[in-house]
């Protein structure tokens, strides 16, 4: 039997890509479009999507029922297409996301969203710990400066880190790559 992977795109809602009160994330435009590659050929080659969905506070950006709250139009789900709604960073506390993929089979995980030190590394760990195999798109995670580090520096060090950790980085081209030699031959 073949090992299942599955996509999880987690919080790229409206709200990242700006005018919702925060500005855009770092490359936002880069983060979109790789996020976007993968979801297609996650479609096209049958492999499972889940996407995750940041459940914030009153007057926060990803504020619950808001207008950034919902998930950018590009990335809006199937109708098939989990999504798991959360309030923690790690996309595993307190959800049914664990479940969901042990529904769909999933051993491996390929991950792309937002924010690389919150929600993407608690995510990624997370399922390192629940003992999933955890592909990151390297050029597929972003954030915002803070008032220490450029956001591609805090970028630069979650990458190192998680990759120590046991994360799998690649590119998202070549984790596209990936996703395609999954598709079923006729």
């Known amino acids: 039997m073949n090992e299942v992977t599955a996509l999880l795109l987690v919080d790229l809602q409206n709200a990242v890509f700006g005018g919702f ?3 855009p ?3 936002a ?3 979109l ?3 976007s590659a993968l979801l297609q050929e996650a479609r096209a080659s049958g492999v499972p999507v889940v996407h995750v969905q940041h459940c914030a506070g009153t007057g926060e950006a990803l504020e619950e029922g808001a207008p950034g709250w919902p998930i950018a139009p590009r990335l809006l789900p199937a109708v098939s297409e989990r999504v798991v709604q959360k309030r923690a960073s790690n996309a595993f506390e307190g959800t049914d996301l664990h479940a969901v993929l042990q529904e769909l089979g999933a051993c491996t995980i390929v991950i792309t969203g937002i924010q690389s030190e919150l929600c993407v590394s608690a995510t990624c760990r997370g399922a390192l710990g629940l003992g999933y195999a955890v592909r990151l798109a390297q050029d597929g995670h972003s954030t915002w400066p803070d008032a220490a580090r450029s956001a591609g520096e805090i970028i630069a ?3 190192e880190a998680l990759e120590r950790e046991g994360v799998l980085l ?3 081209e070549d984790l596209v790559k990936g996703l395609r030699a999954k598709r079923p031959v006729y």
């Open 21 to 23: 009160g925060i500005p």
């Open 157 to 159: 060090a979650q990458n």
């Open 170 to 172: 690649s590119s998202a």
């Open 25 to 27: 994330a770092h490359q």
């Open 33 to 35: 479009r790789n996020a």
């Open 29 to 31: 435009d880069l983060l």
